[in-house]
């Protein structure tokens, strides 16, 4: 029994912790917004949400503490009096921290302290919020019984499911559904039929001809910028997914690209004015060749220099664009304006619609690309790099030959991204090569899947495409990213759709 | 069978090493033009001019050393670059301004001046009282970070550490921006350390001022690293860090604690970046989720400069960053909005001319 | 017969150890050779600068007469030397037939481009690379599995596939280090006919590591002992066998006088019972 207090007391001070820094940080808020969300209720602007929708967040905390806290014990035995007792001491102590923090904070509020002087994201109103509208007194007793009680609720629902079902945990349940669907027997024998898969994919092109269509300026600015990351993600994925070699700056290249496609293209400062496409490839060709300078040097070197040195040449780069020593060259901190717009035979097509179509080939074409290396003899070689660059290069494989035109190629996909980004927005400046853009790239083909095609679309689509949807989250994104790095690398590093081999030996026989 | 293929002509490995060679001599030949045109043939800036950049050079070298001196540490012991210890500085500079916060709130009037604070009344005890909660607050962060983001995945591929360590950072830096806002702070020093007072000495014929807060830094960071350099080498956990770091399972089998050595090792790193952390609030008196950031770079660039796992090697590192930081941009003649860029072509420079570093590093043969 | 591979006064040193010192071993083709020695003989440190992963400070090593010490081990492993690893070291994510495809890597020319444009020599390439893993995942056994994780197979099963993917690269020197070392009896017969039937059908030249005696007497045409870096003995497993210096490197230096008191007693006893 005492090891079950022991576990309720870590989780719920783990869990109260997390409370009262979401509290801290304004999340609670957020989070009630959303709630409120999901019941088709939403929360205008400087407005607090409904009080029912924060209870029902609190609940949906409390809950959670009190599944993790009755989890299966591996040195007692697994009974309904253990999980209580562990539940409802995590939800205690949870509650006891939350209260604490609400108690205090609502003095503040009586005093007439405004805290947002030193921690701007409370609000007296969150502080209220908090408290259920109560005096700091009740409040704090009132979110104490309810973080208590919820994860009472939780641990004994999960207690119980676990009996009847042997229905491990929610999460690993949720991560494995999405690839269980993919991967299902019938998925796959689906796909093989010739026939299917020809049905599909005049299903599929029909959909990408007609949404850009239907869907407005507004979706399609969005989608086009998912298509972009997907392009950038599949270029990271040779380089880090299937090489092995991690790469920090990889908005360098993605900087090159867009800058030498704009400074061919745009009036000033060169009025070079060439042509779209010839910018395009040059531009592509010129992120190639950057890469190819980068990795000659460093890429004999061991892995965690590339992942620097392409830090600090990303930073150099966005450094000097912004300066006013290459202004001239460059068109400094003010960027480039008036950046061509594709034309085809001579007819500009600039309007969304058509760069959304302009896009989505540029997509499926890297698409081919990735796919076709991935399997070939180029791209196994990449990966036994990885597991074992030793034994690789004692197999007969050219590390370095190999790991260098992987980075190339790498550098050329992003030179392509950026290229298109700049003609799109038509403007291109040192603020749109910042690190935070390497950190979307990684983040997505970490958690979408490394190595893995479908899971970059997956990640590019949870990545630019969920905030648009979830905006309310939208100050909070870079934190959900941290700490869904720190997580994914301990519980599922290869990401939420793992890569996977292909069947050669049974395959083999069909095509013989 | 077939017949043997000829020896393979020499590639571009062979190329490779003139070609680094042969860059370092190209870069020291840009340096040393750029270096004569600025010093002479234009002549821009007077010594007292030099005398100053070369001070407030060694003070900011020497915060970079403290928190070199942590990268290195981590290195040495676990072979990974702890990319979340810029964020561990900017958490004790924070600690700093918060101490100093709360002490201007508590009134301690004395009957000359009624409405005196505790901060001004006792600068003495406030900056120590500082240091505690900024070294307490980073060693802190530094030993949860390991506990929680890094001995999970002690086993696991390179490539997972370093993402959790991106992830750490990103997760630590956003975390602080959330709670204590983007503006950046201004630290209020206690009146005895104003950042505008100190000795004034006169260098031909002009005023250099020596800033109490920059002398105290410097002499700060000169003790704080020979301690270090007396606890690595002549104490018992020093001895047990160093044997963790050339080998884990022997010094397991000797008796070592191999956790517990490491998590000291964090502790220890994390306390040292608090203080620089501090030292940085004092005396540039500007705090921000971001201020981690840049010095995070740079500390590492130093670290690698000096030749990573080395700790001297980190020290000296730091130190020249520090002083080539603040004369390089005049010394080259180069704008003072590209000083960042000083910092990260070095770090470029370094690893391809010369990757183990000045003082080398110190690699484990990789065995098969 | 040419010789396939030899080391001439060959010296690996690590700053104050002398892992190998001055060794020189001629081997003709097609023979099994064993080096054999105890513990930290340096036996493996041989193999890592044949290999190519060491350049030693001293000697040459020829292979069919071409100088090879100091080339780099993909070069070396094109020119058609193989091996296999101590503690097994497969390509653990990829599957089994995927760890063989990668053995062969140097054999084939499809390059990127042609992977991209999926041009006729990657098709044909690609399809007789699989056929011919196939049939190799057949000759050491592992039929039906190609297509498991490498790291998924028992340990037998992964020795094999090790040798396999060596096999992929069609080698005419291979470097087993250590081939039956885990293995039952039974698991070790196999095993040592296994490697036989490598000399006799596919003519490779064997250089073997072991420590099970009775394996090297059993298969080994040519026996090299060393003994902390120098080679001590070389010859047939007969004459090995019973030379003095070898059994003292690995029974201690007394047991020459040792094994003559044991002896004497022995005659003592019996002299006296009769």
Known sequence: MKAAVDKGLRTGVIFGIVIVVMFLIGFTVTGAELVGKLFGVSTPSNTMPSLSFFALFMILMGTWTGTIAAQHPLVEADTWKRALTAGISAGAFSGLL???????????????????????SISPESIKMFLFGQTSLVGS??????????????????????????????TSAATNSISAVMRSERMTSLLQNKYARYVMMLVFAAILLILPRTWGSYWNYVFGTVGIYIILGLGLNIITGWAGQLVIGYVAFFAVGAYTFSLLTAPEPHHLMLNFWVALGLGVLAAGISGLLIGLPILNLRGDYLAIVTLGFAEIIRIMLKSDLMTAYTAGPRGIRDIAGPTLFGKSFISDVDFMYLIIIAVLVVTFL??????????????????????ARATGINA??????????????????????????????????????????????????????????????????????????ESYRLLIFGVLLIVMMRLRPEGFLPAKRPKLEKNSGKEA | MDKPTSTPAPGKLRLGR?????????????????????????????????????LSGLILGGMYALIAIGYTLVYGIMFMINFAHGEVMMLGAFGCFFTFEALRFIPAPTLAIPDLNFLDAHPILSVILAFAVGISVSATAG????????????????????????????????????LFGPQRKNVVNPELLDRGAGWTVIVSGNPVLISYTGI???????????????????????????????????????????????????????????????????????????????PGIKAFTAAVMGGIGNIPGAMLGGMLLGVIEAVGPAALGIDFQLKDVIAFSILVLVLIVRPSGILGEKLSEEKL | MSTCIETKQVSKIFGGLTAVNTVDVVVTENIIASIIGPNGAGKTTLFNCISGYYTPEHGQIEFYGMPIQGQPTYAVATMGIARTYQNIRLFGDMTAIENIMVGQYPRFKAGWVDAVLSTRRERDEEKQSIEESVRLLKFVGLAGLGDSLARNLPYGAQRRLEIA?????????????????????????????FIRSLRDELGITILLIEHDMRVVMDISDQITVLDYGTKIAEGKPKEIQSNQRVIEAYLGPDVTSLTKKYQLRKKQRYDAKS
Request: net charge positive; glycine share 10%.
């Open chain 2, 216 to 294: 105290f830094s410097l002499v700060l960071s000169a003790v704080l690293m020979i301690g270090l350099y007396v606890l690595v080498q002549r104490t018992k956990l020093g001895r047990a860090m160093r044997a963790v770091a050339l080998d884990k399972n022997t010094a397991s089998l000797m008796g070592v604690d191999v956790d517990n050595v490491i998590s000291k090792t964090f502790i220890i790193s994390g306390a040292l970046a608090g203080a620089a952390g501090v030292m940085w609030a004092i005396h540039m008196g500007l705090v921000n989720h971001y201020t981690g950031f840049l």
């Open chain 1, 370 to 391: 990735a796919n076709r290396l991935q399997n070939s003899r180029t791209g196994k070689a990449w990966y036994a790099i990885n597991l074992d660059e030793t034994v």
């Open chain 2, 143 to 178: 030993y949860f970070l390991e506990k929680i983001a890094y001995r999970p995945l002690r086993k696991a591929p390179r490539l997972i550490l370093l993402i959790t360590a991106i992830g750490a950072s990103i997760f630590l830096q956003n975390l602080a921006m959330l």
């Open chain 2, 18 to 54: 003139y070609l680094r060679s042969f860059a370092g001599i190209l870069a020291g030949l840009f340096l040393l033009w750029r270096l004569y045109t600025a010093l002479i043939v234009d002549q821009q800036f007077g010594a007292d001019t030099w005398v100053r950049f070369a």
């Open chain 1, 141 to 170: 007793l009132m979110i104490f019984a309810l973080l208590t009680f919820s994860a009472l609720a939780g641990a004994s629902l999960s207690y119980f499911l676990r009996s009847n079902n042997g229905l491990k945990s929610g």
């Open chain 1, 400 to 473: 370095f030959a190999s790991k260098l035109l992987a980075l190339s190629l790498s550098a050329a996909v992003a030179g392509l991204a950026g290229a298109l980004f700049a003609s799109r927005n038509q403007f291109t400046g040192p603020d749109d090569h910042a690190l935070m853009v390497s950190i979307n790239v990684i983040c997505l083909v970490i958690v979408g899947g490394i190595g893995n095609i479908p899971g970059i679309f997956l990640g590019a689509f949870a990545l630019k495409g969920l905030p648009e949807i979830l905006r309310e989250t």
């Open chain 1, 98 to 120: 939350a209260a604490v923090i609400g108690f205090l904070f609502g003095g503040l509020n009586s005093s007439k302290i405004d805290p947002r002087t030193y921690l701007p």
């Open chain 3, 165 to 193: 993917r060596a096999l992929a690269n069609k080698p005419r020197l291979l470097l087993l280090d250590e081939p039956t070392a885990g293995m039952n009896p039974q698991e070790t017969g196999k095993m040592t006919h």
